[in-house]
């Protein structure tokens, strides 16, 4: 019962702070998926080429190569005319690339030898090389239909070129796309338990010291044990309330995310987030009593703020880890907190399947973890020192 | 009532060489303490800064506990049965400690759930108190703004939510103004005049001989003399409070030389 008192308390109590609301409920949940998803998208758009979509090439004498232009036309490039100073204009932006035809161009194509073409492009500025790309691959087309036509023409199969015929083929449900994405999901997930429960970890334990006012509570007819716990209730319902509405917010931005750009056929649909979210759960305890158990060994909020700080890397130990190393899914990381749940997230993004007993020993060495660090909690509650 | 016999407590030095033999690496804090503190009385415990008083106050509202010696509070031992001295007791420590966030109201209210009353109970037992400690002009407003002698008043009221028969004031009147200060003198004395056992600290003289009908001066973790103001007077031939102080702790570091 005063369990459950001083764990509304410290949730109104924390729900007048606006640091502890904007950190909990605004950074974590809203402001991390938009900053990490957006930047996602805008990399995503500017690496894929939509070969659909009919865009202009600025072509300097088109009159030389007609066929060529011909071509570029079915590869749905309108020609337009060149400006008049080709490399001012690309240097400067107005046009992204240009391609001049040179005067021989017609003859050397007569003559059997390789035909000039020059492309300008500005490689410091990304739309230019993307263009470039564009009329790379469709001019690359182009020479290999050229070549092709002059061994025929020799009497040679042009088959006789291609020595090799590799064929990549792709195991993973996913493409390498895919893959990025799958490993920023549970990192938003646990940055946003951590900043979910950080002010109010703090605030409970090391704040109530550094306001005295833990003398007095301590004093009441209650044991110490119930207080820690108290606390630690208060902090999992906003890790819990942080890390719901990160699911939500995950929904609802790849609900607008053109996931044709992410090059496979990832699915964030509302199983798959629900998928995500419940094996990441278990972490909503684990990191709660992590906060409490770090933040009661410290006096002052601005200690605990160093402490917990230096904390922070630990979520994002493993999304570099994983980006590195690439460590493979074992029964060994499996009861690993934090580490298996970035495993078993990606995986469920994937859409690989996952065994049963790895998601077991997840959720069993992520809640023994919790309980070890809960006794720790309050053993260090039971110190003399807590009021010095 | 309370009841302390030798209470001793020391705590580790910070910093302390581990090579420095074992009493050089603890301070002590209380030497030995012994007084009583009987009902419908105001017991003072004087004593300068760093004498000893928190500790004592804290061993007694069972924060920490005491290495040897023993104290009870209306019969039960610090010790032994903490939730029942918890209970009897109404701690105020030295600074307000109340929760900026909350109002003076939410305050009060929290620690009467906290001691077990139900909702309907604890509203009306932080309403009694918010009227007889005067605090219904700032009882609904949120304690970040309050003055010294607000926060006091709350903490107060907070101390006194479970009924509690004993009442123990670590330096209540620190940082009030006049004003204030009489006012919780008056509060402090129809306490005692109710039938409560009252134990107040403080290290000022004049508040001390004004209030308190017992008193006992510590000085070095070790109570000097205990007594009404007449008999400490008498006892040392002095007829201020302040010079049977000065006498009564030289005495001890005397006693401490030879």
Redesign the interface.
Known sequence: MSLFIIMLKEIVDNLRDRQTVFYALLFGPVLLPLLLGGSLVASFKQLSIDFDQVTTLSVANTDKAPTLIEFLYSNNIDVIDAPANIQSSVRNGETLVVLEITEDFGQALRDGAPAPLTLHVNNADKDSVKAARRVNTILNVYEQTLSNLRLQHRGIDPSVFDSLNVVENDVSSEGANGQLLASILPFLFIMSMVMGGFYLAIDTTAGERERQSLEPLLSLPLSRTMVVMGKYAATVCFVLLSSLLTALSIYTLFKFFPVELMGGQVRFDGATVTHAFLLVSPLIPFISALLISVSAVTRSTKEAQTYLGLLMVIPMAPFFLLQFLNIRSTLVSMPLPMLSQYQLLESAVLGDSIPTLHIILSVVGTLGATAILLWLAARLYQREKLLD | MIVAEELYKSFKRVGASRRKPAHEQRIVAVNSVSFKADDGCITGLLGPNGAGKSTTL?ML?????PETGTASIDGYDVSKHV?QV??H?G???H?A??????TAR?NIQ??A????LNRKDSLQRSGELIEQLTMTKFADR?ANGFSQGQKTKV?LA??LV?RPQTIMLDEPTNGLDVMATRGLRDIIRQLAADGHCILFSSHIMQEVAALCDHIAIISDGIVAIEGSLNEILGRTGQTDLEDAFVSATQALSKGDDE
Request: proline share 6%; glycine share 6%.
């Open positions: 804290r509202a069972t924060l920490v506990k939730l918890r209970q007791l701690f105020m420590p600074n400690g109340i929760y900026p966030r909350l939410e929290y620690y759930r906290l001691c077990g949120r903490a907070r101390a479970h």
